[in-house]
């Protein structure tokens, strides 16, 4: 369709959570991804804006390292990084 939509009225509902990162809230988050929500707030913003701080406290809510270094190293689109590690 014009819209963007394949024009299906049967729509998956959507997780609370999904609904309220729609409206700018991360109280329904965990704090490891109310971490990483945060910091991509700044970066889509302005990613000079980063701080050290920032990145400290998504590590210390348990945030994977290892795969934001994949990504880091190889981006969204290598095949190495393209599954999520279990």
């Known amino acids: 369709m014009a819209d963007g939509t ?3 009225r049967c729509r998956r ?3 609370p959570a999904q609904v309220a990162l729609k409206v700018g809230s ?5 704090p490891k991804l109310t971490a990483l929500v945060q910091i991509t707030l700044v ?3 302005n990613a000079r804006e980063l701080e050290p ?3 400290q406290r998504a590590l210390d809510t348990g945030a994977y390292a290892g795969r934001a270094e994949q990504i880091a190293d190889h981006g969204y689109s290598d095949p190495k990084t393209a599954a999520i590690p279990r």
């Open 53 to 55: 701080p920032d990145l």
């Open 6 to 8: 394949s024009g299906s």
């Open 43 to 45: 970066v889509r913003k």
């Open 26 to 30: 991360t109280e329904r988050l965990s």
């Open 13 to 15: 509902r959507e997780h």
